[in-house]
């Protein structure tokens, strides 16, 4: 079964400072990865796709990679800034026989001090 | 621009009672799905549609009902709500199983 995890649960940082944060999952049959941005009362907004012959996607201040083979990812957020505070979420698109299931982690929640 | 829209917003049942929870998507995305968010659970996927006139069940399915009638409408039903119904519900659309999902703002609901 495939299980997705997230370290850390919490972070914080102050503003301006480069930030990492990690996803993991136990099964490498993937179709891609995908990192989400949830802010507290709202939906998910996704933030990079990386497919699984991908091994990183960029954009703008995000950098997101992806190692299939040991089954993690990594968000790589540089200069942080308050509004980047959030809880970030990162899902694999699984194989799922008839349909692919979208199986997520359960987040780390992100606060950029000013 | 609308995107995908959930209503409502927030509800409160009482244990027993019925609803349903509608989801609307203008992006004529064939795939819909329904989650519901947890505390320390992560999402995880209720019943989904690949298409007009027809659904499937997802990871947890007991005690909720859907339909797709309509292309852009993904409908949720509790037909007896419980205690343990009380959560996020996250509705998302997809132009296919490998493409990015959108997502609703979601309904809070509580079952007291």
């Known amino acids: 079964k495939q299980e997705v995890t997230q370290i850390p649960a919490a972070l914080s940082v102050p503003e301006g400072e480069n930030l990492v944060l990690n996803c993991s999952f136990t099964d490498s049959a993937i179709y891609n990865l995908q990192w989400f941005r949830q802010d507290p009362g709202k939906g998910l907004t996704s933030l990079l796709l990386i497919q699984s012959s991908q091994r990183e996607q960029t954009s703008g201040r995000l950098n997101a990679s992806l190692d299939k083979s040991s089954g993690r990812s990594t968000l790589y957020i540089a200069a942080s800034q308050p509004g980047d505070s959030a809880t970030y979420l990162c899902?694999?698109?699984?194989?799922?026989?008839?349909?692919?299931?979208?199986?997520f982690g359960t987040g780390t929640l992100l606060a950029v001090q000013p | 621009n609308a995107g995908v829209t959930q209503t409502p917003k927030f509800r409160v049942l009482k244990t027993g009672q019925s609803m349903t929870l509608l989801c609307a998507q203008d992006?004529?995305?064939?795939?819909m799905y329904w989650y519901r968010q947890d505390p320390g659970m992560g999402l995880r996927l209720i019943h989904y549609?690949?298409?007009?006139?027809?659904?499937a069940k997802g990871e947890v399915p007991d005690g909720y009902n859907v339909s797709r009638l309509k292309k852009q409408n993904f409908l949720l039903g509790l037909e007896s709500a419980a205690p343990s119904q009380t959560s996020v519900y996250f509705c998302a659309s997809s132009g296919s199983g490998k493409n990015i999902q959108y997502f609703g703002a979601g309904t809070r609901l509580s079952v007291l």
């Open positions: 899902a694999v698109l699984h194989y799922g026989g008839a349909t692919n299931k979208l199986i």
């Open positions: 549609s690949v298409g007009e006139g027809t659904t």
């Open positions: 992006m004529n995305h064939e795939y």
